[in-house]
């Protein structure tokens, strides 16, 4: 035992000798005075009302602000009148957005096998975004269900001609319960997006998708659906999960008869804006750190977590860093982006004037998954980016953000084409369980934000922002 100590005493000299030797110092990262200064940053996030109180503002107060509407537009002023009032240089940047509008919707059973008669059976549907509508009357015509694209092809035009085709592609209930919500929608959002071309190519009349979202309390899930050129347009709707499994297993019995009443319309576009305002930097004002969250909503509840939680998380970093009196040494640029859900305009706006100025990117988050509790954040760029973050993540240790993940292609929508580029790019990082129950659904409320969590979220973005507009050095990009 003795011995055994004496040896790694003098082994640890010799460790010590040898890298004084071959070693340089370590080269900081972070100066001690921006380590203090973010334990002060976390702490007035996680504890203050900032994000809480604007994403109240916005979804409560203000409501769904679908591209192109009157509540998207009173938001635009609002958002730019908060940041003016923290002294902020805000621009205005104009955007051409779409401009469709919700009509009737209505559903509903005429015919199964076993009904009883006379009998009719409502069914929960919501039009997807840029559906083009049925008559006023609506459509009546037996229902087809596929489980997938590969079904919908075997069946072919014989067997779904003159019909309405539901794709009942199953969201995966056991992914999302284990965290991976979004891994679960992007398995089947591409039946939402592309399933009503897929069914007109075969002659179909309206096409519905089971909703691509994780919700079981017969709530209908919208989103965006795109027309692919040369194929017939037909309207095309979600119904719930609930309704989706009635429907399949009525369709097992016999034929099932559905009415379908979808009476969207799209209106000419809208000139609409990006939200961007700096707070400029004390040193090196031409590099920017942006924080950003989207502005527009779907229009079925209030965009509360999608993503006034965002704008929110994103707001309260320039008003946490004047409360505390802390200047960023380069520039930290707010962007409330227009149009992520219909198409993303806002983001290629923004990317279309910066095209030439990505070097002076130094870095860009973007907040859309909601406001539940952060468990740290992910990071897109080079993999090797991993070790500028270790002084960030222990002061973020404190809520339990402590994981730092690496996640190849990118971590955001709306930064997309500058991740592209090269710029790393910063998402929080959650568990993915609750966000898919109420994401592009009815439930999409206020209450869905807790205080706390909200905090959490805004203090990983503003840890993050305020860090990195510190950083000593250059990231590798
Ligand atoms: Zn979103």
Sequence with gaps: MKRLLLTAAILSVGITTAMAQTVSPTPELYSQKTLDDLVRVQKAATEGTHAFDFARYMSATIGPRISGSNEAAFAVQYVAGEMRKLGLDVKLQKV???HWVRGVETAELTEWHGMPPGSKRNVVVTALGHSVATPASGVTADVVVVNDFAELDRLGRKNIEGKIVLFNYKFDMGLQAAGFGLAAYGQS??????????AAKYGAIASIVRSAGGSQSRLAHT????????????????????????????????????????????????????????????????????????????????????DAA???AAYSVPAILKDLGLRPRRTIRFIAWMDEEQGGS????????????????????????GASHPIG????????????????????????????????????SDIGPLTRDGVPSFAPFF???TYFKYHHNAADTFDKIDRREIGEVSSVVAV??????????????
Excluded: C
């Excluded at 750190?289 to 509840?301: E, P, R, T, Y």
């Excluded at 983001?347 to 998954?369: C, P, T, V």
């Design 223 to 306: 989103g965006l659906m795109r027309y692919q050129d040369g194929i017939a347009k037909i309207p095309s709707g979600a119904v719930t999960y609930e309704d989706a499994e009635t429907i399949a297993y009525l369709a097992k019995l016999g034929p099932v008869k559905m009415h379908l009443t979808l009476t969207p319309q799209t209106l000419p576009p809208v000139e609409s804006y990006n939200v961007i305002a700096d707070l400029k930097g004390s040193e090196k004002p031409n590099e920017y750190v942006i924080v950003s969250g989207h502005l527009d909503s779907w229009d079925l509840a209030q965009g509360a977590i999608d």
């Design 96 to 98: 051409m957005v779409p």
């Design 464 to 477: 993050l922002a305020y860090g990195l507009a510190n950083l000593e050095q250059p990231l590798p990009r």
């Design 431 to 433: 568990n993915e369980e």
């Design 377 to 412: 954040f992910k990071f897109a760029g080079k993999p090797e980016l991993q070790r500028y973050f270790g002084p960030l993540v222990k002061v973020l240790t404190p809520q339990g953000a402590t994981l730092a993940q690496y996640q190849a292609g990118g971590v955001g």
């Design 189 to 198: 959002v591409a039946y939402r997006t592309n399933g009503a071309s897929a």
């Design 346 to 369: 806002g983001s290629e706006a923004y990317y279309a004037e910066e095209k030439g100025n990505i070097a002076n990117h130094f870095a860009a988050i973007e907040a859309d998954l």
């Design 310 to 312: 965002g704008v929110a």
